[in-house]
């Protein structure tokens, strides 16, 4: 009985399975000893995970590796590293994990870990690495060459060294790394946690905190949260780089969000569709685009050129005055010893002063050489206003062009002058941004030397005629409008003018456009803070630069169609940790195969 018992207090076996795959081993015998994993070197396995992936290591060593006979004996084999990463795995099962989640959307591309060495946390780090370093060496190549541009124009000045620690590369090589590591952190985090939120287990919370549940569970919540990451922009000094990238990182985001609500017909509307029968999206108007930028944008950064010589593009201003020789004259051989000639800054901070003074007529010193003809504060000018013809009647023209009389005649010098010179330019510069098209000159060469021609003619000629109606427009003011009319606002005025010559470039001049309306934004913000029309914040271009993220990430999640071109939808799903992939793209090929099918 007690056997009968015991017996039945046995548990149920189940057969045995025998593997037919001849790669596993089989079970060792009773009397035999079992040998121990080859112990995997954690530091080593770490070192390669955040080194280089699986997949990376096979390409290098199908290309590069395996070509030299050295290296393919001396380097360590694509099964051998899979090992290694998988922490004794075989690379057959790592690469079925791998291949599993493709096709899945964009979700399982974020959450997949592709194989258990190669996880995500492992590949953010990784990026953030190559991202570090790769920065680090370009700051470092670009403050070289930056140097020894300095060292031959001031080879007299001594340079204080600056410590490496404290050095802008490092410390922009830093903040970038740290905004791409927390990013993806903070978004696989969010993702998870709204995933978890969103399961039927997570009801109670859910039922307890309406409000921050509705917040954590809404599908925009990991792209804003995630945009936090930008904070790590404030580990950069507080200089005009760090501005610069907040002020086109927030162009770029408000101009993808202007997209997707052209997209939803938020902005123009919708019409009913001929026959009645549906409602279309209004196209848009043929006259609207980014051009209708150029205008305002000239006209504030002529303002504040003329008047807050501080607050205005030094570089912008440059090009103009190089571009000016028509109205801003050289030394001339002649000058009398002792006499000092004025720049182009002096003669901007002179045409100040006279429109302050409600721009006083000139007296020819010519006519009348014992009367004073020009008032003390305009002393800079004097060399330019000694010689001018006596049928001059306005300071201005005085100072502008002070060997002719007309003014019509001077601007059609300029034309004359600048255009052939700014035609070499622009040829120059559009012909090295097309080398990398070298392919599309064997094959088009007539096409592409057509598309050279005409881009080079449009903006050469917008360039031109933009610059000569800056300059010409002070002389119509003073020949039209009274002396107290508008006196500070005229070069505003002309810089709207001169901006409408943006019409002839409106099709492919859309990227001077933004930047000419970038750098307006930069200088009024400036002369805002100069004239206190508001506060300076500190670290304010941190939290532009987080709100660009944050529309960005928005507006990716909404509809990645809204981001127009497909190299910045890859670089959105590869900051987040999902491939660099055109997710956008995809899902459009799966909508038409659904409904093929």
């Given at each position: 009985?007690?056997?009968?018992?015991?017996?039945?207090?046995?548990?149920?076996l189940?057969?045995?399975?025998?593997?037919?795959?001849?790669?596993?081993?089989?079970?060792?015998?009773?009397?035999?000893?079992?040998?121990?994993?080859?112990?995997?070197?954690?530091?080593?396995?770490?070192?390669?995970?955040?080194?280089?992936?699986?997949?990376?290591?096979?390409?290098?060593?199908?290309?590069?590796?395996?070509?030299?006979?050295?290296?393919?004996?001396?380097?360590?084999?694509?099964?051998t590293?899979?090992?290694?990463?998988?922490?004794?795995?075989?690379?057959?099962?790592?690469?079925?994990?791998?291949?599993?989640?493709?096709?899945?959307?964009?979700?399982?591309?974020?959450?997949?870990?592709?194989?258990?060495?190669?996880?995500?946390?492992?590949?953010?780090?990784?990026?953030?690495?190559?991202?570090?370093?790769?920065?680090?060496?370009?700051?470092?190549?670009?403050?070289?060459?930056?140097?020894?541009?300095?060292?031959?124009?001031?080879?007299?000045?001594?340079?204080?060294?600056?410590?490496?620690?404290?050095?802008?590369?490092?410390?922009?090589?830093?903040?970038?790394?740290?905004?791409?590591?927390l990013?993806?952190?903070?978004?696989?985090?969010?993702?998870?946690?709204?995933?978890?939120?969103?399961?039927?287990?997570?009801?109670?919370?859910?039922?307890?905190?309406?409000?921050?549940?509705?917040a954590?569970?809404?599908?925009?919540?990991?792209?804003?949260?995630?945009?936090?990451?930008?904070?790590a922009?404030?580990?950069?000094?507080?200089?005009?780089?760090?501005?610069?990238?907040a002020?086109?990182?927030?162009?770029?985001?408000?101009?993808?969000?202007?997209?997707?609500?052209?997209?939803?017909?938020?902005?123009?509307?919708?019409?009913?569709?001929?026959?009645?029968?549906?409602?279309?999206?209004?196209?848009?108007?043929?006259?609207?685009?980014?051009?209708?930028?150029?205008?305002?944008?000239?006209?504030?950064?002529?303002?504040?050129?003329?008047?807050?010589?501080?607050?205005?593009?030094?570089?912008?201003?440059?090009?103009?005055?190089?571009?000016?020789?028509?109205?801003?004259?050289?030394?001339?051989?002649?000058?009398?010893?002792?006499?000092?000639?004025?720049?182009?800054?002096?003669?901007?901070?002179?045409?100040?002063?006279?429109?302050?003074l409600?721009?006083?007529?000139?007296?020819?010193?010519?006519?009348?050489?014992?009367?004073?003809?020009?008032?003390?504060?305009?002393?800079?000018?004097?060399p330019?206003?000694?010689?001018?013809?006596?049928?001059?009647?306005?300071?201005?023209?005085?100072?502008?062009?002070?060997?002719?009389?007309?003014?019509?005649?001077t601007?059609?010098?300029?034309?004359?002058?600048?255009?052939?010179?700014?035609?070499?330019?622009?040829?120059?510069?559009?012909?090295?941004?097309?080398l990398?098209?070298?392919?599309?000159?064997?094959?088009?060469p007539?096409?592409?030397?057509?598309?050279?021609?005409?881009?080079?003619?449009?903006?050469?000629?917008?360039?031109?005629?933009?610059?000569?109606?800056?300059?010409?427009?002070?002389?119509?003011?003073?020949?039209?409008?009274?002396?107290?009319?508008?006196?500070?606002?005229?070069?505003?005025?002309?810089?709207?003018?001169?901006?409408?010559?943006?019409?002839?470039?409106?099709?492919?001049?859309?990227?001077?456009?933004?930047?000419?309306?970038?750098?307006?934004?930069?200088?009024?913000?400036?002369v805002?803070?100069?004239?206190?029309?508001?506060?300076?914040?500190?670290?304010?271009?941190?939290?532009?630069?987080?709100?660009?993220?944050?529309?960005?990430?928005?507006?990716?999640?909404?509809?990645?169609?809204?981001?127009?071109?497909?190299?910045?939808?890859?670089?959105?799903?590869?900051?987040?940790?999902?491939?660099?992939?055109?997710?956008?793209?995809?899902?459009?090929?799966?909508?038409?195969?659904?409904?093929?099918?």
């Open positions: 009985m007690a056997s009968e018992a015991g017996s039945s207090r046995l548990p149920a189940t057969p045995l399975d025998i593997p037919s795959q001849p790669d596993i081993v089989s079970r060792p015998r009773a009397n035999s000893k079992s040998k121990p994993k080859s112990a995997v070197d954690p530091v080593l396995r770490n070192a390669l995970r955040y080194t280089i992936s699986a997949r990376e290591y096979e390409t290098l060593h199908k290309y590069v590796l395996s070509r030299s006979r050295l290296l393919r004996k001396r380097m360590p084999s694509v099964n590293v899979e090992r290694y990463m998988d922490g004794g795995n075989t690379r057959r099962g790592s690469i079925s994990d791998r291949d599993s989640g493709k096709g899945k959307g964009k979700e399982k591309a974020t959450d997949g870990n592709g194989s258990r060495g190669d996880t995500y946390n492992a590949r953010a780090i990784r990026d953030a690495l190559r991202v570090f370093i790769a920065t680090g060496l370009g700051m470092r190549a670009y403050e070289t060459v930056l140097a020894r541009l300095k060292a031959q124009k001031e080879a007299s000045v001594p340079q204080k060294k600056q410590p490496f620690y404290k050095s802008s590369g490092l410390r922009l090589s830093l903040s970038l790394s740290t905004i791409l590591l990013y993806r952190l903070l978004f696989r985090f969010l993702s998870r946690l709204r995933a978890h939120l969103l399961d039927q287990s997570a009801a109670p919370f859910r039922n307890r905190n309406p409000r921050t549940s509705q954590l569970t809404s599908p925009y919540a990991p792209a804003v949260g995630a945009s936090l990451a930008g904070l922009l404030g580990i950069y000094p507080s200089q005009q780089l760090r501005v610069t990238v002020i086109a990182a927030i162009f770029r985001a408000l101009e993808f969000g202007w997209n997707l609500c052209e997209d939803e017909g938020l902005i123009w509307g919708w019409k009913a569709r001929a026959g009645g029968k549906g409602m279309v999206k209004r196209e848009r108007p043929w006259w609207w685009g980014s051009w209708m930028l150029q205008p305002f944008a000239f006209g504030q950064i002529l303002h504040a050129t003329v008047f807050d010589r501080e607050s205005s593009p030094v570089t912008f201003a440059d090009f103009v005055w190089k571009s000016s020789s028509t109205y801003l004259h050289g030394v001339p051989k002649d000058l009398p010893a002792g006499m000092k000639w004025p720049n182009a800054w002096e003669i901007a901070d002179n045409l100040a002063r006279m429109a302050k409600n721009w006083p007529p000139f007296v020819s010193p010519t006519l009348f050489p014992d009367q004073e003809t020009l008032p003390s504060s305009l002393s800079a000018v004097a330019l206003t000694s010689r001018a013809h006596p049928l001059i009647t306005s300071l201005s023209c005085a100072t502008l062009h002070p060997s002719d009389p007309s003014c019509l005649r601007y059609l010098t300029f034309w004359v002058r600048s255009f052939p010179r700014m035609g070499r330019f622009f040829l120059l510069f559009y012909s090295v941004l097309m990398p098209r070298y392919k599309l000159l064997y094959n088009s007539l096409y592409l030397l057509n598309r050279l021609l005409s881009r080079v003619l449009r903006m050469s000629t917008f360039a031109t005629g933009a610059i000569s109606t800056a300059w010409a427009s002070i002389c119509f003011f003073q020949t039209w409008f009274p002396r107290t009319f508008l006196p500070t606002q005229r070069f505003f005025l002309g810089g709207f003018l001169a901006g409408l010559w943006a019409w002839i470039d409106r099709k492919e001049g859309r990227s001077v456009f933004l930047y000419s309306a970038r750098t307006s934004v930069d200088s009024l913000w400036k805002g803070v100069k004239r206190r029309w508001w506060r300076a914040m500190k670290g304010g271009d941190v939290w532009v630069f987080v709100l660009a993220l944050a529309i960005t990430g928005a507006v990716y999640e909404r509809d990645a169609k809204a981001l127009r071109e497909s190299h910045v939808r890859k670089g959105v799903s590869w900051v987040r940790g999902a491939g660099f992939r055109d997710w956008g793209l995809e899902e459009d090929e799966e909508e038409d195969g659904v409904k093929e099918e």
